[in-house]
């Protein structure tokens, strides 16, 4: 299945949807990250989504990248992460490098992408971000038609890169209850997020806390 996304100049792009595992394994961890992270005790795993995080997967193909995300449990590559939950990496969407926008997941289920705002943030990784496999034109277009999509749907303040999570260390969306838990991160870049900002100017998203 897929949904058609349409601008205001009424170009069509599609959204393919591609689930990962979400099994209740998957559930459950989710549960678990919700209440040992932030402190949220919920009936359900959904999300009242304030912000989209870009990312990109440091990882040149769109089937590793794929599969980096879809077990339920985080795989023994990772860790620096695997002592604080059990849970595996995820991401709402995947964006290929010739563009195509993939649905791996439900939009307002929590998936694990961002520390301290996983409650609260959409997720969109990006096939590539290294010297080899850089993001592409293609790519922008799609974060932007994404990204257009989501705040039509949803009541979205914040579009971040994932290097600027830290900035949100105080502000009322920040749940992590670990001040050790931090990890560096560049992506998608300071350029690629210009980018999107310049594009979705009229959007009127609120700036990203200085830090």
């Known amino acids: 299945m897929f949904l058609v996304l349409i ?4 170009i069509q792009k599609k959204i393919v949807d591609k689930p990962i595992i979400f099994n209740e394994e998957r559930e459950q961890l989710t549960f678990a990250y919700l209440s040992d992270r932030y402190g ?26 794929f599969d980096a995300f879809y077990q339920t449990k ?23 490098q010739d563009g195509t926008i993939y649905r791996l ?6 998936a694990r992408h961002v520390i301290g705002l996983n409650h609260a943030a959409i997720g ?12 592409t034109k293609a790519q922008l277009k799609a ?11 949803y009541d979205i303040d914040y579009v971040i890169g994932h290097y ?22 560049t992506d ?12 979705t100017k009229n959007l009127k998203f609120k700036t990203v806390p200085i830090k």
Not at 41 to 50: D, G, H, L
Not at 77 to 94: A, K, M, T, Y
Request: net charge negative; charged share 25%.
């Open 7 to 10: 601008s205001s100049c009424g």
């Open 40 to 65: 949220l005790e919920q009936a359900t795993i959904t999300i009242v989504p304030k912000m989209v995080v870009l990312h990109w997967t440091a990882i040149p193909t769109f089937e590793a990248s």
């Open 74 to 96: 985080l795989p023994n590559w990772r860790p620096d992460i695997e002592n604080v939950s059990g849970l595996n990496v995820s991401s709402h969407f995947l964006i290929d």
């Open 105 to 110: 997941m439900s939009e307002t289920n929590m």
């Open 124 to 135: 969109v990784e990006n096939v590539g971000g290294t010297a080899d496999t850089p993001l």
């Open 143 to 153: 974060n932007i038609k994404l990204v257009t999509y989501l705040k039509s749907k």
């Open 164 to 185: 600027e999570y830290t900035n949100f260390e105080g502000h009322e969306l920040w749940l992590e209850k670990d001040d050790g838990y931090r990890t560096s991160k």
């Open 188 to 199: 998608p870049g300071e350029d690629f997020m210009k980018k999107v900002r310049k594009a």
